[in-house]
Nanobody
Framework: QVQLVESGGGLVQPGGSLRLSCAAS????????MGWYRQAPGKQRELVAT???????NYVDSVKGRFTISRDNAKNTVYLQMNNLNPEDTAVYYC?????????WGKGTLVTVSS
């Protein structure tokens, strides 16, 4: 089992920035992919960004140029730097890790973008 703990969510004004972190612990041997999904009120969970163990990244179009995903393999931690936030980014952000064909999820951290 892999446990994921997210941190860094909160309230921010439009145009502001936040940095999310997600630390993995437990039975870790090789986490192939780490990433972030989000779920806004009344909407389905959607992919935000993923990063493979070798550094290859993937972003949803709506965050390209504003969000940056990175990971520290030594710390089994993934980050999401979010800049120029807008109200449409308001959601619960969930961390994902994929290891041995199994997907693990964190409990989520709330990001609210509002003036």
């Amino acid at each position: 089992q892999v446990q994921l703990v997210e941190s860094g969510g909160g309230l921010v004004q439009p145009g502001g920035s936040l940095r999310l972190s997600c630390a993995a612990s437990g039975s870790i041997f090789k986490i192939n992919v780490m990433g972030w999904y989000r779920q806004a009120p009344g909407k389905q969970r959607e992919l935000v960004a993923t990063i493979a163990i070798g550094g290859w990244t993937n972003y949803v179009d709506s965050v390209k140029g504003r969000f940056t995903i990175s990971r520290d393999n030594a710390k089994n931690t993934v980050y999401l730097q979010m800049n120029n936030l807008n109200p449409e980014d308001t959601a619960v952000y969930y961390c994902l890790s994929v290891q041995g064909g199994m997907s693990y999820w964190g409990k989520g951290t709330l990001v609210t973008v509002s003036s």
